[in-house]
């Protein structure tokens, strides 16, 4: 490669495509560029703090870490510079361009519809902070940027240049360029012409405040003030770690502004949690959990967010300070007393951390738990709405805490949404001692399915469960308060001693069948379905339906069975069909056993079992002979 030439680069395609909408799009709040590059400038000082611990002269030279803004009237360019780690020059390539980043995709999916159905994309700023494409929503308000880096410790400076269009380039920086940018990187952005009011020191500064007031850099602004006198740098942030300051001197603003800083978050936090540890280890806790649930919630990647620092020198957000089921929450920790020069890998065998990280779990925990008791509050609401599918993780995963985490899960019932075990329990009708509950694809399923009619029948509360993980935990979790919680898709219920509610005469508006007249059609349908079928029973389940599935009292809920066999990880077990015994087309089975109508024993048995398996939301095995075995019983009539 010769050194002494630009090099032209194309975007990754994503990336092309993102940068096409962001120039593309009307932003209400395009201000939001300022917050980003801050955000990555002071990730860049970040950076090198850290390296420094093991490499002090990289720092030497120039200790001072800091941010720099500077408007340039005459060129009508907006200049942030740090002193940061830098770039070299396959960095610059990689992650201003060329590597996919895991948010883009989503991102663009979702600014792709906003944009099809003409809707304004008021919440694009919201999903930029969202999707983490941070520095190309500079792009909404310039049309030429120029990146000149140096990474630290390197003898190099390189430029990257790009207008947004299908790609960049690459040089090496002239001189001039070399020598203004000793270390770390220097963004400089060519204003369009309706984002000329970022040249305004006052907007400016008011920006700076809005977003970025708790960065823990001194954020310098460099301008002309309003007499005309030369530039001097001028601080504009507070660059206080709001985590060290008491509780009393803070105001709620003062948090939702921490918290969009901390987080890069637009939302309001749900839940905040502001305490100093003192004892055996002192640290000082700033947490919060979000309102909305970011895209990529259930990435297996995804870990929790809270940034460990030590004495204030940031030194990773990847210290696993909560289990995977609290991932969901934001924030700092800031020890006083571990070894500043700790490296990630020693952290994770960390005694001392992980005392944090189960007092801190704790912390969250007790805060949620007091957040669910304040019944007018919708904080807990939200935070179950959009989180409780990964707390319910816990239920499997912490087994220490599961009675707690059982406590604070909330369930759609026939009763509401957002109820708790303890009300299930105290709801509970006479002569119930389980908790039931039946897992499925969506409430609507659910509440279609007949393995609840008997439930129904009588009164009885069953937790609808709707997230994938529900048929996990159950499997784990077998008892809350000492009831045992009981699958309506599995084995035998017998709600025989609770009480059928207003309808009484149910049970004789249809002349009882005998036990033989039974035992003949069990019988008959059990050798028709053959190997289908591991059994075939009355049922106890069922009041109006025919008939339903179920799956044998020691394996896996049918739910369960469902998911592992998508995942290919098991066959699924042999159902057991229920059927029930008062019902016209099972009743219909006994008259055509005992008549001459052998095929429609074939036939109904059959249906039955596959009516049973679109109830659950099966599609049944050849749905071509479904519909033809439909077809000919309705033509053939049953009379
Ligand atoms: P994110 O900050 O979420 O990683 P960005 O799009 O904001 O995403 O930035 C992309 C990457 O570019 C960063 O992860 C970082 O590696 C690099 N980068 C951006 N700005 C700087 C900077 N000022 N100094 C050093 N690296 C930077
Ligand atoms: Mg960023």
């Given at each position: 490669?010769?050194?002494?030439t630009?090099?032209?680069?194309?975007?990754?395609?994503?990336?092309?495509?993102?940068?096409?909408?962001?120039?593309?799009?009307v932003?209400?709040?395009?201000?939001?560029?300022?917050?980003e590059?801050?955000?990555?400038?002071?990730?860049?000082?970040?950076?090198?703090?850290?390296?420094?611990?093991?490499?002090p002269?990289?720092?030497?030279?120039?200790?001072?870490?800091?941010?720099?803004?500077?408007?340039?009237?005459?060129a009508?360019?907006?200049?942030?510079?740090?002193?940061?780690?830098?770039?070299?020059?396959?960095?610059?390539?990689?992650?201003?361009?060329?590597?996919?980043?895991?948010g883009?995709?989503?991102?663009?999916?979702?600014?792709?519809?906003?944009?099809?159905?003409?809707?304004?994309?008021?919440?694009?700023?919201?999903?930029?902070?969202q999707?983490?494409?941070?520095?190309y929503?500079?792009?909404?308000?310039?049309?030429r940027?120029?990146?000149?880096?140096?990474?630290?410790?390197?003898?190099?400076?390189?430029?990257?240049?790009s207008?947004?269009?299908?790609g960049?380039?690459?040089?090496?920086?002239s001189?001039?360029?070399?020598a203004?940018v000793?270390?770390?990187?220097?963004?400089?952005?060519?204003?369009?012409?309706?984002?000329?009011?970022?040249?305004?020191?006052?907007?400016?500064?008011?920006?700076?405040?809005?977003?970025?007031?708790?960065?823990?850099?001194?954020?310098?602004?460099?301008?002309k003030?309003?007499?005309?006198?030369?530039?001097?740098?001028?601080?504009?942030?507070?660059?206080?770690?709001?985590?060290?300051?008491?509780?009393?001197?803070?105001?709620?603003?003062?948090?939702?502004?921490?918290?969009h800083?901390?987080?890069?978050?637009f939302?309001?936090?749900?839940?905040?949690?502001?305490?100093?540890?003192?004892?055996?280890?002192s640290?000082?806790?700033?947490?919060?959990a979000?309102?909305?649930?970011?895209?990529?919630l259930?990435?297996?990647?995804?870990?929790?967010?809270?940034?460990?620092?030590?004495?204030?020198?940031?030194?990773?957000?990847?210290?696993?300070?909560?289990?995977?089921?609290?991932?969901?929450?934001r924030g700092?920790?800031?020890?006083?007393?571990?070894?500043?020069?700790i490296?990630r890998?020693?952290?994770?065998?960390?005694p001392?951390?992980?005392?944090?990280?189960k007092?801190l779990?704790?912390?969250?925990?007790?805060?949620?738990?007091?957040?669910?008791?304040?019944?007018?509050?919708?904080?807990?609401?939200?935070?179950?709405?959009?989180?409780?599918?990964?707390i319910?993780?816990?239920?499997?995963?912490?087994?220490?805490?599961?009675?707690?985490?059982?406590?604070?899960?909330?369930?759609t019932?026939?009763?509401?949404?957002?109820?708790?075990?303890?009300?299930?329990?105290?709801?509970?009708?006479?002569?119930?001692?389980?908790?039931?509950?039946?897992?499925?694809e969506?409430?609507?399923?659910?509440k279609?399915?007949?393995?609840?009619?008997?439930?129904?029948?009588?009164?009885?509360e069953?937790?609808?469960?709707?997230?994938?993980?529900?048929?996990?935990w159950?499997?784990?979790?077998?008892?809350?308060d000492?009831?045992?919680?009981?699958?309506?898709?599995?084995?035998?219920?017998?709600?025989?001693?609770?009480?059928v509610?207003?309808?009484p005469a149910?049970?004789?508006?249809?002349?009882a069948?005998?036990?033989v007249?039974?035992?003949?059609?069990?019988?008959?349908?059990?050798?028709?379905?053959?190997?289908?079928?591991?059994?075939?029973?009355?049922?106890?389940r069922?009041?109006?339906?025919?008939?339903?599935?179920?799956?044998?009292?020691?394996?896996?809920?049918?739910?369960?069975?469902?998911?592992?066999?998508?995942?290919?990880?098991?066959?699924?077990?042999?159902?057991?069909?229920?059927?029930n015994?008062?019902?016209?087309?099972?009743?219909?089975?006994?008259?055509?056993?005992?008549?001459?109508?052998?095929?429609d024993?074939?036939?109904?048995?059959?249906?039955?079992?596959?009516?049973?398996?679109?109830?659950?939301g099966?599609?049944?095995?050849?749905?071509?002979?479904?519909?033809?075995?439909?077809?000919?019983?309705?033509?053939?009539?049953?009379?």
């Open positions: 490669m010769d050194a002494e630009a090099q032209t680069h194309p975007f990754q395609a994503e990336v092309a495509q993102l940068l096409h909408l962001m120039v593309h799009s932003y209400s709040e395009t201000e939001i560029f300022l917050r590059l801050i955000s990555n400038a002071s990730d860049a000082c970040d950076r090198l703090r850290y390296e420094a611990i093991s490499a002269d990289l720092l030497a030279a120039d200790p001072k870490l800091a941010i720099r803004i500077r408007p340039d009237q005459e009508a360019t907006l200049t942030i510079a740090d002193n940061g780690i830098g770039m070299d020059r396959q960095e610059l390539i990689d992650n201003l361009g060329t590597v996919a980043r895991s883009t995709r989503a991102f663009m999916t979702k600014l792709a519809e906003a944009a099809k159905d003409k809707r304004e994309v008021k919440d694009g700023a919201s999903l930029i902070g999707f983490g494409v941070g520095f929503s500079a792009f909404m308000v310039a049309d940027i120029a990146v000149t880096s140096r990474r630290a410790g390197s003898a190099e400076t390189w430029v990257w240049r207008e947004g269009g299908a960049f380039e690459i040089a090496p920086a001189p001039e360029e070399a203004r000793p270390r770390g990187t220097e963004i400089t952005l060519h204003l369009k012409d309706d984002a000329k009011r970022y040249l305004d020191p006052h907007e400016i500064e008011r920006i700076v405040r809005t977003y970025s007031d708790h960065i823990l850099f001194p954020i310098e602004l460099v301008a003030s309003d007499d005309g006198k030369e530039p001097e740098p001028r601080q504009v942030n507070t660059a206080s770690a709001i985590w060290q300051r008491s509780k009393s001197e803070l105001k709620p603003e003062d948090y939702t502004q921490a918290y800083a901390i987080a890069g978050a939302d309001d936090p749900a839940m905040t949690l502001h305490y100093r540890a003192e004892g055996r280890q640290y000082a806790v700033l947490l919060f979000p309102s909305q649930a970011p895209f990529d259930f990435d297996p990647a995804r870990k929790a967010h809270v940034k460990l620092y030590v004495r204030r020198v940031y030194i990773t957000d990847d210290a696993g300070l909560l289990p995977s089921y609290l991932r969901f929450m700092v920790v800031d020890s006083e007393d571990l070894p500043l020069n490296s890998e020693m952290l994770q065998n960390n001392q951390v992980a005392l944090m990280r007092a779990t704790g912390r969250v925990l007790t805060e949620l738990e007091t957040l669910a008791k304040d019944e007018k509050g919708e904080s807990f609401a939200k935070i179950w709405q959009a989180f409780g599918a990964v319910k993780e816990g239920l499997y995963e912490d087994f220490e805490r599961r009675e707690q985490l059982l406590g604070l899960a909330r369930f019932t026939a009763v509401g949404t957002m109820r708790s075990l303890k009300q299930y329990v105290a709801d509970f009708k006479p002569n119930q001692t389980e908790i039931y509950y039946l897992a499925g969506s409430l609507d399923r659910l279609a399915n007949p393995k609840l009619e008997a439930a129904r029948a009588r009164g009885i069953v937790l609808l469960l709707t997230d994938p993980v529900d048929a996990f159950t499997t784990l979790a077998r008892e809350y000492g009831k045992p919680l009981k699958s309506l898709s599995q084995g035998e219920v017998d709600f025989g001693l609770v009480p509610i207003d309808q149910k049970a004789e508006e249809t002349p069948s005998t036990a007249d039974d035992a003949v059609v069990i019988a008959a349908v059990k050798a028709a379905l053959g190997e289908r079928v591991s059994d075939v029973r009355a049922s106890q069922l009041t109006d339906s025919a008939a339903c599935l179920v799956a044998g009292g020691t394996g896996p809920d049918r739910e369960l069975e469902r998911l592992l066999a998508r995942s290919s990880r098991g066959g699924g077990t042999t159902p057991i069909l229920e059927l015994m008062r019902h016209p087309l099972v009743r219909a089975l006994g008259a055509a056993k005992t008549g001459a109508r052998q095929d024993v074939a036939d109904i048995s059959a249906l039955l079992f596959e009516q049973a398996q679109i109830l659950d099966e599609v049944p095995g050849d749905p071509a002979a479904f519909a033809a075995r439909l077809n000919r019983l309705v033509v053939r009539g049953l009379g």
